[in-house]
C-alpha cells in the first residue's frame, strides 16, 4: 500500500504542476483569474512529492523488499542509518530526491518571496513548474523508484559498500539542496526575461535564494571531497572525475553569479549577464545531472545504465536550455543597458571576476565533455585527467585568487590606482615575503604551490583589510560574512598547496613489529587480526605511531569484504594532528608474510576543507545579513 | 565612455577570455589526453615513451611477478594479439588477478616497459569502468 500511495503522490504531484505552469501562464498574460491558485498549488505540489519521498524512505527502512527499488539497494542487516540513506543511493531515489527538493524550493519562493513584482513572481513560479514537469516525466516514466516486484525475494542485495558510510547521510542531500536549489534561480531569470522586469529589486530578491543554494553547493563539495579522501584511500582530495566536474561547475557558475548579482542590487549594472549566469548556473546543474544519471560515466554515483534514460535526460536538458537560451536571445534587447561604471572600480573587479570564472568553467566543461564527445563521434576512447585540469585551470585559478584579494578594496563606481596600491601593498608585501621564505626553506617546490602559498598569505591579509579602522561591532553581518568567505578560499588554498608539496608518502612491506618513520611519527606494525562488523568482515592493522617522545597512537586501517553485495573495500585509518594528518591504509600479505602499508604524512591537510567550510559559514552570515537587514529596511542602502 | 560602448566593451572582453580559455583548453588537452590502447594497438601504433596512455587488456596467466621490496610487481597485459610487460608500484585493487581484465594508467619507458602509476580492476558486477568492462569483454570473447 505504502508504495502505491507514493506513486499516486507523485501522479498527483504531477498534475498540479501542469495547473501550476497552466495557471501561472495566463495570469501572467494577464488573464488573473488563475493568478490565486498558483501559490497554493505550488505548496501542495511540493508537499505531494515530499510525501512520496518520505514514503520511499519508509520503504527503504522497512526493508520491504517487494518493492524492486529496496530489493536492489537494501540489505535487512545493514544498520538503520544505510537503509535509511540507502533510500537516495541509487538512481531512482535519488531522481525522487531532486524532484522533492525542486518542488520544495518551489513552494519556498511561493510562501516567502516578498520583494519580487507579482507578475515577475507569477512568470518565476510558472518557470518552476515547466521544469518539474520534464522531471516528473522523467520520473514517472523511465525512473519509478516505486515499481513492485514479484515474487518477493527472501533478501536484499544490499548497498554498494563505497556508499555505506555517514557521509552518504549528509553529502547527497546538501548537494542536492544546492544543485536543484539553484533551479531558483534559473526560474527567476525566466520570470525577468518574460516580464522584462531587471533592476536592482529584482537583483535583491533573487540574491538569497542564489546565496542559500550556493552555500549548500559548498557544503556537499567540501563533504563529497573529504569523503572521497577517506574512503577510497588514494590519500588524493580531488581527482577530476567527471562526476566532480559536474558539482564543480554549478559551483563555478554560481558563485560568478553571487556576485555579478551584487552589481545588479547595487549599482543596477551587468543586467543582462546576471540573467545569462542564472540561466548557466542551473544548466550546469542538469549537465551534471545528465552526466551522472544518464550512465554514460561510470563511478559510484553513477549506478543503472539504461540508454533511454540517458536520451529523456539528454531531451530534458536540451529543451530547457535550449528553450532558456531562445527566450534570453528573444529578450535581451529589450534589457536596458545598466549603469555604466570606471576600468578601476569595484564593477571591474567583479567583472574580472566573473571572466575568470567563466574560463574556468569552460575549461572544466571542454575536459569534462572532451572525453564522451571524442567517442561518440570517432570510437577512440581517451580520458583527461589531472594534468589537463592542473595544466588549464591553475593559473586562471591562481589570477584569479589575487583579484579577489584586491576587489574588495576597491570603491564602487570609481577609483584611482594610487590609492588602491596603497591599500593592496601590505597584502603583496605579505605574499612576496611568503614567497620568498618558501622558496629559501623549499627550493624544490613546484611554482603553482608556491604561487599558491604566497597568494594565500596575500588574500588572508588582504580579506580582512576591509575592516580595518572600522567599529566592529557595527560592521553589517554581510561585510562580515565575505571576509569570512574570501578567508576561506586562502585557508583552503593554503591546505592546498601545503599538501601538494608537503606530503611525504611511503609504501612498505612490513614485517609485524617492524618500524616505519613517515614525516614526524614513527609507526610500529603491531599486530594484524581478523575482525568483523554487521555485514562485513575484515584483516586490520595494529599500527602504533609515536611522534617524537609525544603518546603512542593506535591506528587501525582495515582490508574490508563485504558480503551483500560481495565487494572488499579498504577502510583508512587516519589521526588529525594540529598541523596535519596521518593517512594510513593496509594493502595485500606479500608471498613471504610482510604487509603491505600505504603511509601519508599530510601537513595542513585539513585546511582545505576547513576552508571550504569557513566559505559556507561566511555565505550563511551573508544571506541572515541580508534576510535580516532587508526586514528592518526595505530600501537597502550601498554596501 | 557611454553605456552603449561600455557593453560592447564587456562583450568583446569577454569573447576575448573565452577564446583564450578555449585555446589554452585545447592546447593542454593535445599534450594531456590520455588515450586507451589495448596490446594489439600499442604494437601498431607505436606509443611514444613518456605519453599518457591508459592501457586495457587481460592479465597473462603466469606473468605475475612479486619483486623482492613487497611492494613493487610486474605483469604482461595482453589482448592474444599482443603483450606488453607492465610494472607497478603499489597496493592493486582487490579483484586484481591473473587471467582477468585490468586496465592501467600511465606511460612507457624507453625500454618498452609499461609503468602503470594506478590500476583498475573490476569491482563487482554492478560497479564496473567502462573502460574495464569493454575489456573484459574482449578478453571473454577471446577465451573462448
Not at chain 1, 515530499?50 to 522497512?62: C, E, N, P, Y
Not at chain 1, 515474487?151 to 554498494?160: A, C, K, W
Not at chain 1, 574570501?486 to 608537503?502: N, P, R, T, W
Request: hydrophobic fraction near 55%; glycine fraction near 10%; proline fraction near 5%.
Amino acid at each position: 500500500m505504502i508504495a502505491e500511495a507514493g506513486l499516486a503522490a507523485l501522479w498527483l504531484g504531477a498534475a498540479l504542476c501542469a495547473l501550476q505552469l497552466i495557471a501561472a501562464g495566463f495570469a501572467v498574460r494577464g488573464q488573473g483569474d488563475l493568478a490565486a491558485i498558483v501559490r497554493p498549488v505550488a505548496v501542495a505540489q511540493a508537499a505531494l512529492t515530499a510525501l512520496a519521498f518520505g514514503l520511499l524512505i519508509l520503504l527503504f527502512v522497512r526493508v520491504d523488499l517487494s518493492v524492486a527499488l529496496v530489493f536492489e539497494n537494501d540489505h535487512s542487516e545493514k544498520p538503520f542509518l544505510y537503509r535509511f540513506a540507502a533510500t537516495w543511493g541509487n538512481h531512482e531515489g535519488s531522481m525522487l530526491m531532486w524532484v522533492a527538493i525542486l518542488t520544495v524550493a518551489g513552494a519556498a519562493v511561493a510562501l516567502f518571496e516578498r520583494k519580487l513584482e507579482e507578475r515577475t513572481l507569477l512568470a518565476t513560479l510558472g518557470g518552476q513548474a515547466a521544469i518539474g514537469l520534464g522531471f516528473y516525466a522523467f520520473l514517472l516514466f523511465a525512473s519509478n523508484p516505486f515499481a513492485r516486484l514479484f515474487p518477493v525475494p527472501p533478501e536484499g542485495r544490499g548497498l554498494n559498500p563505497l556508499l555505506q558510510d555517514p557521509g552518504l547521510a549528509f553529502h547527497p542531500p546538501t548537494l542536492y539542496l544546492g544543485y536543484v536549489g539553484l533551479s531558483v534561480a534559473f526560474s527567476f531569470a525566466i520570470g525577468a526575461l518574460v516580464t522584462r522586469d531587471v533592476g536592482p529589486v529584482f537583483a535583491r530578491a533573487m540574491r538569497p535564494w542564489v546565496l542559500g543554494a550556493w552555500i549548500f553547493l559548498t557544503l556537499g563539495i567540501t563533504a563529497g571531497s573529504y569523503w572521497a579522501y577517506y574512503e577510497l584511500g588514494w590519500g588524493g582530495w580531488w581527482f577530476w572525475d567527471p562526476v566532480e566536474n559536474a558539482s564543480l561547475m554549478p559551483w563555478l557558475a554560481a558563485t560568478a553569479l553571487l556576485h555579478s548579482v551584487t552589481v545588479l542590487a547595487t549599482r543596477d549594472g551587468l543586467r543582462a549577464w546576471t540573467l545569462m549566469l542564472a540561466v548557466i548556473a542551473f544548466s550546469m546543474s542538469m549537465v551534471g545531472t545528465f552526466l551522472v544519471r544518464s550512465g554514460i560515466l561510470t563511478s559510484v554515483h553513477a549506478f543503472a545504465v539504461d540508454p533511454r534514460r540517458g536520451s529523456f535526460l539528454l531531451a530534458l536538458l536540451f529543451i530547457y536550455v535550449g528553450g532558456a537560451l531562445a527566450l534570453f536571445g528573444a529578450r535581451v534587447g529589450t534589457v536596458r543597458a545598466g549603469a555604466r561604471f570606471d576600468p578601476v572600480s569595484r564593477e571591474a573587479g567583479l567583472v574580472a571576476n566573473n571572466l575568470l570564472l567563466s574560463a574556468i568553467l569552460g575549461i572544466v566543461l571542454v575536459g569534462t565533455l572532451y572525453p564522451l564527445l571524442v567517442e561518440a563521434a570517432t570510437g577512440t576512447k581517451l580520458s583527461v585527467g589531472p594534468p589537463y585540469f592542473d595544466a588549464a585551470a591553475g593559473p586562471l585559478a591562481l589570477i584569479l585568487v589575487a583579484i579577489m584579494a584586491a576587489g574588495p578594496l576597491l570603491r564602487w563606481r570609481r577609483d584611482n590606482l594610487k590609492p588602491l596600491g596603497r591599500r593592496v601593498a601590505p597584502a603583496a608585501i605579505l605574499a612576496v615575503v611568503v614567497m620568498v621564505a618558501v622558496k629559501l626553506a623549499a627550493p624544490a617546490i613546484h611554482i603553482l604551490s608556491l604561487l599558491g602559498l604566497a597568494l594565500a598569505a596575500g588574500l588572508a591579509l588582504a580579506s580582512v583589510a576591509p575592516l580595518w579602522k572600522r567599529n566592529l561591532m557595527r560592521t553589517p553581518l554581510f561585510m562580515w560574512g565575505m571576509v569570512v568567505a574570501h578567508l576561506g578560499i586562502a585557508v583552503s588554498l593554503a591546505g592546498m598547496a601545503c599538501d601538494s608539496s608537503f606530503t611525504v608518502e611511503k609504501l612498505v612491506a612490513a614485517r609485524v613489529g617492524e618500524t616505519v618513520a613517515v614525516g614526524p611519527y614513527s609507526i610500529t606494525l603491531d599486530a594484524v587480526d581478523p575482525t568483523f562488523g554487521a555485514n562485513w568482515q575484515a584483516l586490520q592493522a595494529t599500527l602504533l605511531a609515536r611522534r617524537g617522545d609525544g603518546d603512542t597512537l593506535t591506528l587501525t586501517p582495515q582490508a574490508r569484504t563485504y558480503w551483500a553485495p560481495p565487494t572488499e573495500t579498504s577502510e583508512t585509518a587516519i589521526h588529525t594532528a594540529i598541523d596535519g594528518q596521518l593517512y594510513t591504509v593496509l594493502g595485500k600479505q606479500a608471498a613471504d608474510g610482510r604487509w603491505q602499508l600505504r603511509l601519508w604524512w599530510k601537513p595542513f591537510v585539513t585546511l582545505i576543507w576547513a576552508g571550504g567550510a569557513l566559505v559556507a559559514i561566511g555565505g550563511a552570515l551573508a544571506l541572515v545579513g541580508r534576510l535580516w537587514r532587508a526586514r528592518r529596511k526595505p530600501a537597502e542602502q550601498w554596501i | 565612455m557611454k553605456p552603449k560602448n561600455q557593453r560592447l566593451t564587456l562583450a568583446l572582453l569577454a569573447v576575448a577570455a573565452i577564446i583564450a580559455a578555449a585555446l589554452l583548453a585545447l592546447s593542454a588537452l593535445k599534450d594531456q589526453a590520455a588515450y586507451f590502447y589495448t596490446p594489439g594497438d600499442v604494437a601498431r601504433d607505436h606509443v611514444q615513451p613518456g605519453a599518457a596512455v591508459r592501457l586495457g587488456g587481460m592479465v597473462e596467466k603466469g606473468s605475475l611477478e612479486r619483486l623482492p621490496d613487497g611492494v613493487t610487481i610486474t605483469f604482461v597485459v595482453t589482448d592474444n594479439a599482443a603483450s606488453v610487460p607492465v610494472r607497478f608500484k603499489g597496493i592493486v585493487p582487490a579483484l586484481f588477478r591473473e587471467g582477468s581484465g585490468v586496465v592501467a594508467d600511465g606511460k612507457f619507458d624507453s625500454a618498452g616497459q609499461f609503468v602503470a602509476e594506478t590500476i583498475l580492476a573490476k569491482h563487482d558486477e554492478r560497479y564496473m569502468p567502462p573502460e574495464v568492462a569493454g575489456a573484459m569483454h574482449k578478453t571473454e570473447s577471446l577465451k573462448k
